[in-house]
């Protein structure tokens, strides 16, 4: 149940590190981060996320990379319920309110064909103080400049573990440059699921998941380099959720409630680079 799509997240970092050091051999960058919303693929899973992670790119060969590293969450205020599958797909079998912190690890190799960036990686998550239960996920990503310098790509994610599903997220993204130290980036994208345990329908009497779309958001983020090696980088994302998503009611098996909600998340991040 990676919070991928708080980008604020370790894949986002990984892949501008990919994309950014065409000449480097070891690079990396550690940071911290505040957001309000801890928003997880269109579901909002609490509020209050103070998270803070490690990103490594070690370039093999030109066009050709590794990268690795961690992502460290904390949350409060968590009314959200997590679907596990101890009582098979889709069967409510424990429920986090509240806090919990939350530790993810992920490793990829990515390689550039042309004018297209390939990226394959696993993502392991780690739930240390509550009775979620560790899962695992492999995915495969690609990106291409599409022209005026838009980017277009899709990242697929699939569950071997415990949830047995897949997530796929395309989206598009831009950046203007405004100066050396200030530059904005914008992107757009929709997610499609089937079968996820993390996409929870909140249908009267459903116990299975919301499959198909599942919604769209906006980003806008403002990276501003203030000394050599440090950025300071605000960020605004509104998030438009598929009403057959749960949504921030606490909900085990559907409820009959209304679906997910739009949600205008808020955040920052501080990242040191090395």
Same mark, same amino acid.
Do not use: R
């Given at each position: 149940m990676r919070k991928h799509t708080k980008y604020v997240g370790a894949l986002a970092a990984a892949s501008a590190l990919v994309?950014?050091?065409?000449?480097?051999?070891?690079?990396?960058?550690?940071h911290v981060g505040y957001s309000d919303i801890y928003e997880f693929r269109f579901v909002d899973l609490g509020s209050d996320l103070v998270e803070a992670g490690v990103d490594l790119n070690y370039e093999i060969a030109e066009g050709f990379a590794l990268s690795g590293g961690l992502w460290y969450g904390s949350v409060n205020d968590s009314g959200s319920s997590f679907i596990l599958p101890g009582g098979g797909p889709g069967v409510p079998a424990a429920v986090v309110d509240n806090s919990f912190n939350e530790l993810d690890l992920y490793a990829a190799v990515s390689k550039e064909i042309g004018p297209v960036t390939l990226e394959l990686g696993y993502i392991y998550y780690t739930y240390m103080d509550s009775d979620i239960a560790d899962?695992?996920?492999?995915?495969l990503g690609a990106s291409v400049e599409v022209g005026w310098g838009v980017t277009a790509g899709a990242t697929y994610y699939y569950d071997f573990d415990q949830l047995d599903g897949w997530y796929l997220q395309p989206e598009l993204s831009k950046s203007f440059e405004f100066?050396?130290?200030? @530059?904005?980036? /914008?992107?757009?994208?929709?997610g499609i699921a089937d079968g996820h345990g993390g996409q929870v329908s909140d249908?009267?009497?459903?116990?299975?998941?919301?499959?198909?779309?599942?919604?769209?958001?906006? @980003?806008?983020? /403002?990276p501003w380099e203030f000394r050599e090696g440090f950025t300071l980088a605000p960020y605004v994302k509104y998030v438009d959720a598929d009403s057959d998503l749960v949504s921030e009611t606490p909900a085990v098996g559907g409820t009959g409630l209304l679906g997910g909600n739009d949600h205008l998340v808020a955040g920052v991040k501080v990242s040191v680079g090395f």
């Open positions: 994309a950014g050091y065409a000449s480097a051999e070891l690079e990396g960058e550690v899962t695992q996920e492999v995915y100066n050396d130290c200030l @530059k904005l980036n /914008l992107s757009t994208g929709v249908k009267l009497g459903s116990v299975g998941t919301a499959d198909g779309f599942q919604g769209w958001f906006v @980003k806008a983020e /403002l």
